[in-house]
C-alpha cells in the first residue's frame, strides 16, 4: 500500500498569509494526487487533481505543485472560508489512500 | 445538478448488519466507477470499496474485506454497501462519491453522508 504522509497535521495563520502543506508518498505515484478541503459537518469538496488541476470553481489562491513523491498545497492568501482540513489523496494504485489532513486555524 | 444521497445509517449492535445506498441523480450514473468512504468521528478518510460501471472489479480496503460488499443497480441509479459482521471500528460517518477514472482518478462529486454507529 502507498503511504500519504501529510504535514503539518495543523496550522494556525492569519488572513492573508501565505500557506503551504505538503504530502509525501511512499513510492512514486506520477502526479496522481488530489486535493480536497471538508469543513466541519461537511463532505470532502475536491480543489485540484493531477497534482495542479483546478476544479470549476477553485478560486486561484489556490495551486498544487510536485512531482514523484512529494506534493505541495499553496494557499496564496489566506481567506476567511479557507479555514478547514485538507486531504490529499492518492489514485495511482489500490488501495486508493489519503493523507492524515492538515487542520488550518485562525491565528 | 449532480448529486449523490445517501441513505440507510443508524444504530446498530457489534455482529448486527446495514445496507447503505447511495442514489446518484443528475449525470449518467451507469459511466461512472464509485467509492465509498468512511470518516469515523473526529478522524480523516478511509477508502473502503470501489467498483467499476458494469461490477466486474471490485476492491476492498482490508479493514472490510470479507464483511462489505459494494454493489450497484445502473437502472435505478443506486450504489450500494452491504455491511455485515459490524464492529465498533466501523462507526464511521460512510460517504459514496464518483470516480472520475476517465479522466484521472479523483473523486470529484460526494454524497452528504450518512451516520453508522456501532454499539451494544
Known amino acids: 500500500d502507498i503511504q500519504m504522509t501529510q504535514s503539518p497535521s495543523s496550522l494556525s495563520a492569519s488572513i492573508g498569509d501565505r500557506v503551504t502543506i505538503t504530502c509525501r508518498a511512499s513510492?512514486?505515484?506520477?502526479?496522481?494526487l488530489a486535493w480536497y478541503q471538508q469543513k466541519p459537518g461537511k463532505a470532502p469538496n475536491l480543489l485540484l487533481s493531477?497534482?495542479?488541476r483546478f476544479e470549476s470553481g477553485v478560486p486561484s489562491r489556490f495551486s498544487g505543485s510536485g512531482s514523484g513523491t512529494d506534493y505541495t498545497l499553496t494557499i496564496s492568501s489566506l481567506q476567511p472560508e479557507d479555514f478547514a482540513t485538507y486531504y490529499c489523496?492518492?489514485?495511482?494504485?489500490?488501495?486508493?489512500?489519503f493523507g492524515q489532513g492538515t487542520k488550518v486555524e485562525i491565528k | 445538478e449532480m448529486q449523490l444521497v445517501e441513505s440507510g445509517g443508524s444504530l446498530v449492535q457489534p455482529g448486527g448488519s446495514l445496507r447503505l445506498s447511495c442514489a446518484a441523480s443528475g449525470f449518467a450514473f451507469k459511466t461512472y466507477e464509485m467509492n465509498w468512504v468512511r470518516q469515523a468521528p473526529g478522524m480523516g478518510l478511509e477508502w473502503v470499496a470501489y467498483?467499476?460501471?458494469?461490477?466486474?472489479?471490485?476492491h476492498y480496503a482490508d479493514s472490510v474485506k470479507g464483511r462489505f460488499t459494494i454493489s450497484r443497480d445502473n437502472a435505478k441509479n443506486l450504489l450500494y454497501l452491504q455491511m455485515n459482521s459490524l464492529r465498533a471500528a466501523d462507526t464511521a460517518v460512510y460517504y459514496c462519491?464518483?470516480?472520475?477514472?476517465?479522466?484521472?482518478?479523483?473523486?470529484?462529486?460526494w454524497g452528504q453522508g450518512t451516520m453508522v454507529t456501532v454499539s451494544s
Open positions: 513510492q512514486g505515484i506520477s502526479n496522481s
Open positions: 493531477a497534482a495542479s
Open positions: 489523496q492518492q489514485y495511482y494504485s489500490i488501495p486508493w489512500t
Open positions: 462519491a464518483r470516480d472520475r477514472r476517465a479522466i484521472d482518478g479523483a473523486f470529484d462529486i
Open positions: 467498483m467499476t460501471t458494469s461490477g466486474t472489479t471490485i
